[in-house]
C-alpha cells in the first residue's frame, strides 16, 4: 500500500502537518466502542447475532443448492437446521458449565 503508515493504516502527511483528522480518523476506538455499548444492549445481542446468523446460513444453503443443482428449499433447510441445532448444543454446554462459549 503506497502512501500508508504501516502501523496506523492512515495516510502519511508531511511534516509539520496538524490538520485534525477527518471522519473516522479521528474517532478513536474508546468512541466507538461506547457508541457500541449505548445502542447494544447485553440482552438483545445474543438473540440478534443468533437470528442473523441463521437467516445468513439459510440464505448460503440456498446458494449452495442452487450451484449444486439441488432443491433450493431442502438445501436451505439442512443448513439452518443443522446450524441451529450445532449453536444450542454450543449454548447448552456453556449453560451446563456455567460459562459463556
Known amino acids: 500500500m503506497r502512501g500508508t503508515n504501516w502501523v496506523c493504516r ?11 483528522g477527518i471522519g473516522r480518523e479521528h474517532l478513536g476506538w474508546r468512541h466507538v466502542t461506547v457508541l457500541s455499548r449505548r445502542h447494544s444492549p447485553v440482552g438483545v445481542l445474543i438473540p440478534v447475532v443468533s437470528v442473523s446468523a441463521l437467516l445468513f446460513l439459510a440464505l ?9 443443482g439441488a432443491s433450493v428449499v431442502i438445501g436451505a433447510a439442512r443448513i439452518t437446521f443443522w446450524g ?18
Open 60 to 68: 448460503l444453503g440456498a446458494l449452495a443448492a442452487h450451484v449444486g
Open 84 to 101: 441451529a441445532l450445532a449453536m444450542a448444543l454450543t449454548a447448552g454446554i456453556g449453560r451446563l458449565l456455567g460459562t459463556v462459549v
Open 10 to 20: 492512515r495516510p502519511r502527511r508531511p511534516p509539520g502537518d496538524r490538520r485534525a
